[in-house]
């Protein structure tokens, strides 16, 4: 099972808006509503964002939303701060009963 | 609130077993799929498989013969083994939940166990 692909590196300066990107195949983003979303400070255990595509969970900030196209699903942070300066991985389960995490992609705040 | 804590040897031998514990503090272990992900020195996260608190479990294709997890319902642990390990199983290994059946996502996690694959 070959990782989600993402882009290294997103940057954008404060109040700006960010998408990540996370590409996949049929057999996992493509085909499935179960994509999640991490984020993960330095030194840090992940967090999660975004699962089930768009939903959520209660305390995250309505500033991240995600969304799904085809073979891609993608995380939008809107209003970006400088906390949000992290590295974000996508996450989806796969047709063989397996999940699967993105490539990880470095988020900075200029 | 629910805590998890991964607990083993931070060392392990080449071709020898790797155990590691994920003991669950203010919940249970009934209910929910369970998960142990890994994430080597400087890189990005790998899952490792899941295993529903009955005992059902799936394992990562790539690690599929060397792995297996299982549950402590009694006790409300989890457990890791991965047999055979070589340098590229130097880890920092988590354990967490998913909320639900139907969540794709993972909602608490550990803070991770450092395990060093060295002779």
């Known amino acids: 099972q070959s990782a989600l692909t993402q882009p290294a590196s997103v940057s954008g300066s404060p109040g700006q808006s960010i998408t990540i990107s996370c590409t996949g195949t049929?057999?996992?983003?493509?085909?499935?509503?179960?994509v999640s979303w991490y984020q993960q400070h330095p030194a840090k255990a992940p967090n999660l964002m975004i699962s089930n595509v768009s939903d959520r969970p209660s305390g995250v900030s309505n500033r991240f939303s995600g969304s799904k196209s085809g073979i891609t699903a993608s995380l939008t942070i809107s209003g970006l701060q400088a906390e949000d300066e992290a590295d974000y991985y996508c996450s989806s389960y796969t047709s063989s009963n397996t999940y699967v995490f993105g490539t990880g992609t470095k988020v900075t705040v200029l | 609130q629910v805590q998890l804590q991964e607990s083993g040897p931070g060392l392990v031998k080449p071709s020898e077993t790797l155990s590691l514990t994920c003991t669950v503090s203010?919940?249970?272990?009934?209910?929910?799929?369970w998960s142990w992900i890994r994430q080597p020195p400087g890189g990005g996260l790998e899952w490792i498989g899941n295993i529903h608190y009955t005992g059902l479990a799936a394992y990562s294709l790539s690690l599929r013969g060397r792995v297996t997890m299982s549950v402590d319902t009694s006790n409300n642990y989890l457990s890791l083994k991965l047999i055979f390990v070589t340098a590229a199983d130097t880890a920092l290994y988590y354990c967490?939940?998913?909320?639900?059946?139907?969540?794709?996502?993972?909602?608490?996690w550990g803070q991770g166990v450092l395990v060093t694959v060295s002779s």
């Open positions: 203010g919940g249970s272990i009934t209910g929910f799929y």
């Open positions: 049929s057999s996992d983003v493509g085909g499935y509503n179960l």
């Open positions: 967490a939940r998913y909320p639900s059946d139907t969540s794709s996502g993972l909602d608490y």
